[in-house]
């Protein structure tokens, strides 16, 4: 089993929608917990960091459910600038990170 | 402040051919990565360190090697290079907080290699 696992994608929706994408875990003793956002051919740069049981900032909502290790990033009223590829990361002495799901926001 | 540092931006290597890539960071992050990516694909951990003189094995790393002699740097070594290693490779620092979690990670702007 992987150590991080995330939905394959691709997702397409189209702008205004909400979307959600689910991570899982293999390590139950993982610290801490990442979204990263990924533009083609580019460096991972940070979304949101997941220390307790989840955090709000503005459309993104991240929740980590540490008993049925499963992090989850919900993504509402879609925009065009969305479209990128979304990492999950978690942290287990080292940072591990998931393949990706690729988002596309359609007009 | 310039945060984590990749040199070079491209490279072409033939077959057999050996490089380095070289990582710094100005951030005094004790814990340092490199990543490969493949096109299409996620990040995949070659070796970390969590300290100037402590390497370790990640997910991927033969014929890699890495050596971590200061805090700042952090450098790749390919001896042989060979066309299965034509990728993107990404250097991260983190820093351990006080409660002892690792911060987000911080990303050079990556190497695109090509061994032909």
């Known amino acids: 089993r992987k150590e991080v696992e995330q939905d394959p994608g691709p997702f397409n929706v189209p702008e205004g929608a909400t979307v959600a994408f689910n991570c899982t875990y293999s390590?139950?003793?993982?610290?801490?917990f990442f979204w990263y956002r990924q533009d083609c051919r580019k460096e991972p740069k940070l979304l949101m960091s997941?220390?307790?049981s989840g955090n709000e900032d503005g459309r993104f909502t991240a929740q980590l459910n540490r008993a049925s290790q499963y992090i989850s990033l919900l993504i509402r009223d879609s925009k065009l600038s969305d479209s990128a590829t979304y990492l999950c990361?978690?942290?287990?002495?080292?940072?591990?990170f998931g393949a990706g799901t690729r988002l596309t926001v359609k007009p | 402040n310039a945060g984590v540092t990749q040199t070079p931006k491209f490279r072409i290597l033939k077959i057999g051919q050996s490089m380095t890539l070289q990582c710094t960071q100005d951030?005094?992050?004790?814990?340092m990565y490199w990543y490969r990516q493949d096109p299409g694909m996620g990040l995949k951990l070659i070796y970390y360190?969590?300290?100037?003189?402590?390497?370790d094995k990640g997910e991927v790393p033969n014929g890699y090697n890495v050596s971590r002699s200061t805090t700042e740097d952090f450098p790749l070594r390919l001896e042989l290079a060979a066309p299965s290693q034509t990728s993107v490779y990404f250097c991260?620092?983190?820093?351990?907080?006080?409660?002892?979690?690792?911060?987000?990670?911080?990303f050079g702007q990556g190497t695109r290699l090509t061994v032909v």
């Open positions: 360190s969590v300290g100037a003189g402590i390497t």
């Open positions: 951030m005094n992050h004790n814990y």
């Open positions: 390590n139950s003793a993982s610290q801490s």
């Open positions: 997941v220390y307790s």
């Open positions: 991260a620092s983190t820093k351990v907080h006080e409660t002892g979690y690792n911060t987000e990670a911080f």
């Open positions: 990361v978690v942290n287990i002495g080292d940072m591990r």
